[in-house]
Each structure stands twice: as C-alpha cells, then as structure tokens.
C-alpha cells in the first residue's frame, strides 16, 4: 500500500491524522509507516520534515518504494489513528530556499542556457553549481530580475503531466527521466522536474539575495539566501554597519568611504612609525656600540622590528641578540657571524626551549621564558 503524499496536495497543511500502518524497530528509533502523510521526505537537494506524529518526535523522513517511512523516537500501535505536525518553520524555510533556486536557475537557463548541476540548502545559506560563467558585472541584474519574479507573486505549480503532454513540454532535468515526471512550473520563469516541496506562490519567497560567486569546475558556485534568511543576513549586515557609522562618525551610506580614509590614514601613521622607530632603534645602537654580545630587551616589538633592531644593533656590535615580550614569552632574534650564531641558537634551544629560523647570520624565533630566566642563561654564559 502506497502513502498519499499530502505534502504534494496543500503546502501549507501543518497537521493531519492518519492510520499507523506499520512500526518497526531500526536503528536510531522506529520505522512508521501511515496511510497518508504531510511530511516530506528527504530527496532532490531539500531536507526532510521534522516535527511530531503521535507524541513521538519525527527524526527523518525518506521514502522506500511507493510508502513514505517516518523514523520516530518511541513506537506507534499499528491500525491507530494518530496526529501529525510539522515543523513549520522549518519547512517554510526550506520552501523558500528552494522556489528561490528555481527561480534563480531558471532565469540563468533562459539567458545562458547553463544547467544547474548541483544545489544545496545549507543551515544558513544555499549554494546553487552551474556548468558555465557568469559575468560578475551582470550579478547584480540577475538578482533585481530574480526579485522581480518574486515581487511578481506568479503561481508555483507543480502537476503531473500525462505521457503525451510530458513529450510536448520542454523543461529542465539533470538526466532524462521517463514518466510520471513532476513538473514544477513558474509561469514565464522556470518549468523543472523537481520532486521537492515548493511555496505556492513566488511572493512567498519574499526577497532573494546573491551573496557570493566563485569559480566551480567548468562553472560558477553561487551562494545566496532567500526569505527569512535574507532578512536575517540583512539584519546583521545592518547591525554591523550601524556600529561602524557611529564608530567612524559616518552617514549608513558612506561607512565605506570613511573605512577606506581611515585605511589611508593608518597607512600614514605607520610608514610615520616605521621612520621613527628606525631613528629610536639607530640611537639605542650607538648607545650600545662595541658590547659583544649587546643584549636587548625592548618591549612590545612586532617580529619584523625585533628583527630592524637587531639589523641595527650588528651595524655596532659583534653579535646583536633582541628580545620582546609575547604571549607565553618572549620573541627573539639573534644577528652575527653564522657560525656564533648558530651554537648561540643552539645553546638557548637546549636551555630555553627557543624555537625559530633563518638564513645564515639570523636566527629568530620565540621563547617560553620570563626576562629573568633568560638574563639568568647569559649571565651563566659569561661566567663560563
């Protein structure tokens, strides 16, 4: 005995009863099987129905043959008339990622005549393949077109042709299918075989918006988010430009201007910085001019300037060896003849745990040790 498919019949059905035809025990719960059911199962790139069916929690739905399988957390007394509900957020959600990839895809065919080869409706976005380039100066108006649509608020149909309207009708399919075939069609925009759960009407959709577009295969891999996720991804993005306006003291629609002054401002604050820290690190050098080793502790170096200071440093002096606080320690670098150097690096890898590189005559790495333990290994040195 096959299942009515309900699902099929009212998209907007969120509870129903129906018989308990059978119940069997399989991994992860029980087997259920109905006469008839709202829930539907995984297939064609759309998830499954969740929610609960007799007091039991539905945990997946698929099909097997002609009979649609509920696996649910408790059993189900076979020939009982039980209730099911669905998760309706969670389908409408699906319901709308899913008719705004047909419209999406449809629209790419009618202009491109690429294929869509792959889709899938992630926990927080979608990606849709297609076996061709999109120009991405044209992204823009492929999605006020898609948007469009949607706005438009066209039927969603899905039917069953017979054989002889099916071999009149041009649709699109990844692989050629014999009949009965689901048509999906969206009058002037799309007209698939598709087996999934559609919104009844493109207004339902409610926005569609392109995220991103990469380079996939021999195509493009779009990413984009319909519905309520669309809103939710407008709402963040908002919530993270308000707080760069007020930051940056900007208009909404000029945060992007007032990043890129502040960029540039920044840029000439620190070729500033790098100058007079070339004039502070010149002078420490002459200050220490002939020590050998000359032993420098500077605190708050990045790596490249413990690395300028050391440079420095070996303009004066034999062996120049620089250390700069860090996180769990100190940063290091050491500068001189390779060979002194490299036992130097040596001598501090077996006693301070120093870990680094370099070419020859520099040796920079970090240090998991206080300035004390470390002032205590040369001064040991020296006495040796």
């Known amino acids: 005995m096959s299942t009515e498919k309900r699902y099929y019949l009212d998209c907007h059905q969120t509870a129903f009863t129906s018989q308990v035809v059978s119940c069997q025990a399989a991994a992860g719960g029980w087997e259920v099987a109905l006469t008839a059911t709202c829930f539907y199962p995984e297939g064609g790139g759309q998830a499954c129905d969740l929610g609960t069916l007799g007091g039991a929690r539905v945990l997946s739905v698929r099909e097997r043959g002609e009979d649609v399988i509920h696996l649910c957390d408790a059993p189900l007394e076979v020939g009982r008339t039980v209730e099911g509900t ?18 999406l895809s449809g629209m790419i065919h009618q202009k491109y005549g690429y294929s869509n080869v792959g889709f899938h409706i992630g926990k927080e976005v979608m990606t849709v393949d297609f076996d061709g380039l999109i120009p991405q100066e044209e ?7 898609a948007n469009q649509a949607v706005w438009a608020d066209l039927p969603v149909r899905g039917y069953y042709p017979s054989p002889e309207e099916l071999e009149g009708l041009t649709y699109r399919s990844k692989k050629r299918l014999d009949w009965p075939v689901r048509i999906v069609e969206i009058p002037g925009v799309d007209r698939c075989a598709c087996c999934g759960v559609h919104t009844a009407r493109t207004g339902e959709v409610g926005l569609i918006k392109l995220l991103s577009m990469v380079k996939f295969h021999q195509g493009v891999r779009l990413e984009l988010v319909c519905g309520g996720r669309a809103w939710d991804h407008a709402r ?19 945060t992007a201007g007032a990043v890129q002054a502040m960029k540039e401002q920044l840029a000439a604050e620190k070729f500033r910085a790098v100058g007079l820290e070339k004039r ?8 220490r001019a002939g020590e050998d080793p000359a032993l420098v502790f500077e605190p708050g170096l990045a790596p490249g300037s413990v690395r300028a200071l050391a440079e420095a440093l070996l303009e004066r002096c034999p062996l120049a060896v620089v250390f700069s606080n860090a996180a769990g320690g100190h940063s290091f670098c050491l500068a001189g003849e390779p060979d002194r150097v490299r036992a130097l690096g040596g001598a501090m890898s077996r006693a301070l745990g120093a870990r680094g590189g370099g070419k020859a005559g520099f040796f920079q790495g970090n240090v998991p040790k206080t300035e004390g333990e470390i002032r205590a290994f040369f ?4 006495k040796n």
Do not use: C
């Not at 309706?88 to 899913?98: A, I, V």
């Not at 007020?246 to 629609?253: F, G, T």
């Open 236 to 254: 963040k993005i908002y919530g993270q430009n308000r707080q760069i306006s007020q930051a940056l003291s900007a208009k909404p629609l000029e």
């Open 379 to 382: 001064a040991e040195m020296e």
């Open 86 to 103: 669905i998760d309706w957020p969670r389908r409408f959600d699906l319901m709308q990622q899913h008719t705004g990839e047909h419209i």
């Open 280 to 287: 502070v690190f010149q002078a420490l050098a002459a200050e």
């Open 139 to 145: 992204l823009e108006e492929l999605e006020k077109r």
